[in-house]
Structures are given as structure tokens and as C-alpha cells.
């Protein structure tokens, strides 16, 4: 079962409305953008649990989360969306702001998605 956001230890995680864009726009499928919700959820916990050290580590969290994504792409499709410019811009803010939120202000956003293929 997905963890609820609520319950992440990490205050501005466990405050951030991700995804908050696409969430505004109907061109995205609701139930599709609240799945990639849980994809982001799931990547603070997996930090919490995890505790990565080293932005290498960290990382193989995001790139795990990003491939997620991946196959969430086939289901926009399928629904008549996309992951296109705007939605590719907010899920990568995103990903840059769990990083923040978790000590990593070094890390290269273009890095943390780069297994993405959207």
C-alpha cells in the first residue's frame, strides 16, 4: 500500500503540494497525476529510510523514481496525455525540491532525472 504523505518525517516534504501544476491542468488525468504523487512520495520515503550519504546514492533513489515515471508515460498515452514540456519542467522541480528538502543543494537536477526517457 502507498505510504501517505502525511506521515513523512521530513516537514516541508510532508507540507509540499507535488505536482501541483499538473494537478491544475485537465489536460492531465487526475488518478495518472496523483500515481506520480505517490511516485514522489515514495522516493521521501525511500530517503528517510535509506538515509543516502552521497549524492551517488542519492541518485540511484531518484533514478529508481524517475523510471518510475517512465512507465507511468505509457498510461498518459494510453488516457490521450503526455508527459510533455510542462509536465517534464514540473516533475523535475519537484525532484529538485526532495532533494533540497533532504540536505542534497548540490545536486544536479539534470542528474536526478537523467534515466528519464519523457
Not at 95 to 107: C, N
Request: include cysteine.
Amino acid at each position: 500500500m502507498a505510504q501517505q504523505q502525511a506521515q513523512l518525517q521530513n516537514q516541508a516534504a510532508r507540507q509540499y503540494s507535488f505536482l501541483a501544476e499538473m494537478s491544475q491542468d485537465d489536460y492531465f488525468p487526475h488518478p495518472l497525476v496523483d500515481k506520480g504523487k505517490a511516485i514522489l512520495v515514495q522516493l521521501c520515503f525511500d530517503i528517510e529510510q535509506q538515509q543516502p550519504k552521497s549524492l551517488e546514492e542519492l541518485y540511484a533513489l531518484t533514478h529508481a523514481a524517475a523510471e518510475q515515471f517512465n512507465d507511468l508515460q505509457e498510461e498518459f498515452w494510453e488516457a490521450d496525455s503526455e508527459i510533455e514540456t510542462a509536465a517534464r519542467d514540473c516533475i523535475g522541480n519537484d525532484f529538485d525540491f526532495v532533494a533540497t528538502a533532504y540536505g542534497f543543494e548540490a545536486a544536479d537536477p539534470e542528474e536526478l532525472i537523467a534515466t528519464r526517457d519523457w
